[in-house]
Structures are given as C-alpha cells and as structure tokens.
C-alpha cells in the first residue's frame, strides 16, 4: 500500500471551476510538501506544511494532522494551471521525501 | 532568483557503462538530494547528502550508485555500470537547513541502451 495516496488521479475542468486535490497518508511526519511538475518534467516547490493553512496567490493548501489528509485548492483556476501536482512528505526521522503519485490536472479554456 | 542546474540534460549510454549526473546546488544551501522518476511512475528518493558524508539511502541505491561533492561545488551522482532500468530522469534537490523547502533541479534524462 502507497505511503501517500493521491486523488483524483486525473482531473479535467473548465477554466475558472475551484480546484481541489486531495492527499492522504498512513505515516507519521515532521512536513507535507505540494508541488507541480511541468509537462517538460521540472518540479516546482509550491508549499510546505506541518499545521494549519498556507495561501500563495490563487493556491491555498490546508493540512489537518490528526487526520492525516491535505488538501490543495486552486480558485479561479486557469489553462496555465494544467500540471501534475504532487503530495510529497517527509516522514519523521527521515531525510528525503516520500512522493504521491500525482494528481494531472487539465484546465480547458 | 537562485536555482539548481543539472548537466547534461539527456544523456544516452550504453548498457554497462559509467554515467556521471552532475549539479549545482544553491550556494549557501547544505543538504543534497537525488531522486529518479522512471517514466510514467511516481518520483523516488535515492540518497540524502550532508556535511560530505550521505545521510540517508533508500533501497534502490545500491553499490552501483555512489554520490560525492567534489570540489565544494557540484553535487554528483555516479551509476557504476548502467542497467535497462536506470533508465529514469534524475532530480538533484537542495535545501538550506534540515528542515524547510526543497528546490529541484530541472533534472537529466538518462537513456540506457
């Protein structure tokens, strides 16, 4: 069974729609990390959590610890939004990260 | 704004030989990091990096792999004798402190013939 399990797996939407993507894990941990991989490959950092809420721009991620689930939330959400992103967290005691499957999102105009 | 490079970006070897994934990290950070992500699949820790010595391995990164800093600079993985199924893009990471946000490099794609 995934350490971090990831759903939708794929996500279609018309550009505007409010965005969500959720993230579930089985392990106890020091972080939780959002990120997006670019359809070329590069990965970009978008937040690191271990309590509460965070917001940059249109994202917001949210992470409640008791019930080990996160989520990532997109407002007003845009073509150039189409991604995958990932939920990734460091489990406690270790140095790397434990990734999700991700989450491919398409925002159609 | 600062980044992390990584050269090459595609590699193509031949099965057996010695590839060597090189990158920059960002200047003052201290941590290093290698993951692989094999095509279609999710991304993987390889190997943790810290004060010249690795501190963390996971499984996949057995004998064939080693990872050294040396020069103070570049941040560098080795694959002894390349398989099939190393075939996968590798991301080098860094980060400050032990505790914060990782950043990626744009990752090399190594092809094993």
């Known amino acids: 069974k995934n350490e971090v399990e990831q759903s939708p797996q794929n996500l279609t939407a018309q550009e505007g729609e409010f965005i969500t993507i959720n993230c579930s894990y089985s392990v106890g941990i020091s972080a939780l990390h959002w990120l997006q991989q670019h359809p070329g490959g590069g990965i970009v950092s978008l937040f690191m959590?271990?309590?509460g809420k965070k917001k940059h721009g249109r994202l917001i991620a949210t992470i409640n610890i008791q019930e080990k689930h996160s989520s990532l939330h997109i407002t007003a959400s845009h073509p150039r939004d189409s991604a995958v992103y990932i939920c990734a967290v460091m489990k406690r005691g270790a140095d790397g990260l434990t990734f999700g499957k991700g989450t491919h999102l398409i925002i159609q105009p | 704004e600062p980044e992390v490079t990584q050269t090459p970006s595609h590699q193509v070897t031949q099965m057996g030989q010695e590839v060597i994934l090189r990158c920059v990290p960002i200047s003052n950070h201290l941590y290093f990091y290698w993951y692989r992500q094999i095509l279609g699949q999710k991304v993987e820790f390889l190997v943790s990096?810290?004060?010249?010595?690795?501190?963390?391995k996971s499984e996949i990164f057995d004998d064939q792999f080693s990872v050294e800093r040396p020069d103070g600079s570049n941040f560098t993985l080795k694959i002894r004798s390349t398989k099939l199924e190393d075939s996968a893009m590798y991301f080098c990471?860094?980060?400050?402190?032990?505790?914060?946000?990782?950043?990626f490099g744009p990752g090399t794609r190594l092809t094993v013939l």
């Open positions: 990471a860094t980060q400050r402190t032990g505790e914060g946000t990782q950043y």
């Open positions: 990096f810290y004060n010249n010595e690795i501190s963390e």
């Open positions: 959590l271990s309590s």
